[in-house]
């Protein structure tokens, strides 16, 4: 695992949260903005790929190393990433553009409960991810 692993991960968390809070902005308007909404979805789930695939190369050698405890941590945040993905696939599916323009307040509503747990997840890493990786890194 490369030393630069943390602080990509951090970059990756940060990025993602900062776009988080523009779509919070933008499904608070009271019409869909079909100018910025597209692109803006289309960078998150792109930042969230990124992190996905970075956390999948770290994982298999964090639980190989960790303690007991950390190790089902570990393996339960991996096995919850993977349906994570498969919801938001879904979410993404089911919301296209003229879903969206339609469906403006349920969309606004089931993005929230997207970000809501996005930010969960976020925070769920942090708290196990980053600490296992400073231990690298000083090793």
Do not use: F, V
């Not at 296209?96 to 747990?117: N, V």
Request: include cysteine; hydrophobic fraction near 40%.
């Amino acid at each position: 695992m490369d030393n630069n692993m943390l602080e990509t991960l951090r970059r990756l968390h940060d990025d993602i949260l900062a776009k988080l809070d523009a779509l919070e902005a933008l499904t608070s308007l009271p019409q869909p903005p079909m100018d910025r909404l597209p692109a803006l979805r289309q960078a998150l789930t792109r930042s969230s790929r990124a992190r996905t695939m970075l956390l999948e190369r770290a994982y298999d050698q964090l639980i190989a190393e960790a303690s007991p405890a950390k190790k089902t941590a570990l393996e339960t945040l991996k096995a919850d990433g993977k349906d994570n993905m498969i919801t938001s696939t879904q979410h993404i599916g089911s919301w296209t553009l003229r879903e969206i323009g339609d469906r403006w307040p349920e969309y606004c509503a089931a993005s929230a409960t997207m970000r809501a747990d996005m930010r969960k997840r976020i925070r769920s890493e942090k708290e196990l991810i980053y600490p296992l990786l400073a231990e690298r890194k000083g090793a």
